[in-house]
């Protein structure tokens, strides 16, 4: 059974610092997600990593994949509290068309 | 262009009744999946729909849940009769056909059972 774990699940920073979300999975897949999900509102797809050093980068926001590791990073640099948000990474196989999830890490950025 | 809408938002319902939510997929999404996060816990997958196939149902927790996607379009997920343990949020989520294709998700419906 794959599962997907991530950490840190809570996590306070403050504006302007920099710090990185880990996505452990447990078997084989093909393809990881990163979602965003503000409250009360539907998940947001940020990044869909496909192969093994698959680097996206998008504002402020960074993912990378390495699945040898089985592992992937989701980067913040100099924060905002615009990013304020809960962050969900998923991992899904090619023929099975359904996604794991790990359990989300709620990301709060102070002034 | 619209996006995937689910109704109703929010839903209060008593235990042993019977709650239908729909999920309006984007237009010309093949895939559609059903997910739900109970008690804040990880977004688990209930099932994927291939048009208007069941393609894969293994997430559902038992039969007192019945997912319909007539014609291929939109869906249903109905809960008959509903216990305690189904509250949580159900997301519903689309995307077309293809490798590396992003799913696109509604808003949920928050279902709580009293």
């Known amino acids: 059974e794959l599962k997907v774990e991530q950490n840190p699940l809570f996590l306070s920073m403050q504006e302007g610092k920099n710090y990185t979300i880990y996505c452990n999975y447990s078997?084989?897949?093909?393809?990881l997600y990163w979602y965003r999900q503000d409250p009360g509102k539907s998940l947001e797809s940020l990044f869909v990593?496909?192969?093994?050093?698959a680097v996206k980068q998008e504002g402020r926001l960074m993912a990378s994949l390495d699945t040898k590791a089985r592992l992937s990073t989701l980067h913040i640099t100099a924060a905002v509290h615009d990013l304020s948000a809960t962050y969900f990474c998923?991992?899904?196989?090619?023929?099975?068309?359904?996604?794991?999830f790990g359990d989300g890490t709620t990301l709060t950025v102070k002034p | 262009e619209a996006g995937v809408t689910q109704f109703p938002s929010h839903s209060v319902i008593e235990k042993g009744q019977t709650v239908t939510l729909r999920c309006d997929p984007i237009?010309?999404?093949?895939?559609l999946y059903w997910y739900r996060r109970v008690m804040g816990k990880e977004i688990k997958f209930l099932l994927h729909?291939?048009?208007?196939?069941?393609?894969?149902e293994s997430g559902m927790p038992n039969n007192r849940f019945l997912a319909e996607r007539t014609g291929g379009t939109y869906s249903t997920l109905k809960v008959q009769p509903a216990e305690l343990e189904d509250s949580g949020v159900y997301f519903c989520?689309?995307?077309?056909?293809?490798?590396?294709?992003?799913?696109?998700f509604g808003q949920g419906t928050r279902l709580t059972v009293v």
């Open positions: 989520a689309s995307s077309p056909i293809g490798q590396g294709m992003r799913a696109f």
């Open positions: 078997t084989t897949s093909d393809r």
């Open positions: 990593l496909l192969s093994n050093g």
């Open positions: 998923a991992v899904a196989n090619t023929n099975a068309g359904k996604s794991t």
């Open positions: 237009s010309g999404h093949d895939n």
């Open positions: 729909f291939v048009k208007e196939s069941k393609q894969d």
